[in-house]
């Protein structure tokens, strides 16, 4: 058995993981009827391949929805679709689209379209140009129409004062090995911030009727 990921951030253990069912997995055979699928911080970390604020903040707010939308019950994946609120190069609307489809199942145009009109992903991860707002997601239940939009407020995690100058003498390889430390230090407890510190207004939940 290949062993997995000795992770250097030992606090992605800690973060909350997010379960739902998958119809399309239990029609197919992939896994018994009943059979949750198992998402991590570090599932997102693999995909992305880095972990950063934005990465973070995309598994935290879909976590979020989730429990906004389904309550105590279990969230099904390929049952949601999500409207980013601006154009897929705004920000860090890409890399957090990709975390989100992910976990959800909702996929552009590149996603499955379906055994016959079961099971579609495709087209229900879409960018939303007309209504652009900085990480804002709208997220709706297909079986329900119930939606709500949640809003990612990074500004509420200031970067601390010498991380930037840290960034760039990394980028530009003129920081020896105890700046790359300490820029790496600074960066990921930023990232421990958001995922595990309850910091009022960083995710604001708003249900739409």
């Known amino acids: 058995m290949c062993q997995d990921i ?57 976590q979020k929805a989730l ?38 199942g909702a996929a552009g145009q590149a996603g499955f379209a379906g055994l016959g009109l079961r099971f579609v992903r495709k087209d229900k991860l879409i960018f939303d140009q007309e209504n652009s707002e900085p990480n804002s997601f709208i997220f709706t239940r297909d079986d329900t129409g119930k939606s709500v939009k949640i809003t990612y407020n990074l500004r509420l995690v200031p970067p601390e004062p010498g991380l930037p100058e840290l960034l760039t003498k990394c980028v530009v390889e003129t920081a020896d090995q105890k700046q790359k430390e300490e820029f790496q ?25």
């Open 67 to 104: 429990v906004a939308l389904y309550g105590q019950d279990i969230p099904v994946r390929g049952q949601v679709s999500v409207k980013v609120l601006g154009a897929i190069e705004d920000g860090a609307n890409g890399p957090m689209s990709q975390v989100i489809g992910l976990i959800t």
């Open 185 to 209: 230090r600074l960066w990921q407890a930023r990232v421990k911030a958001v995922l595990l510190e309850e910091i009022s207004g960083l995710f604001t939940l708003q249900k739409i009727n």
């Open 6 to 62: 000795h992770w250097k951030q030992s606090f992605y253990a800690d973060v909350e993981l997010i379960k739902l069912r998958e119809p399309l997995a239990e029609f197919l055979g992939a896994v018994n009827p009943g059979e949750e699928f198992s998402y991590t911080y570090e599932d997102a970390v693999k995909l992305a391949g880095h972990s950063c604020p934005s990465v973070a903040g995309a598994y935290k707010l879909t």
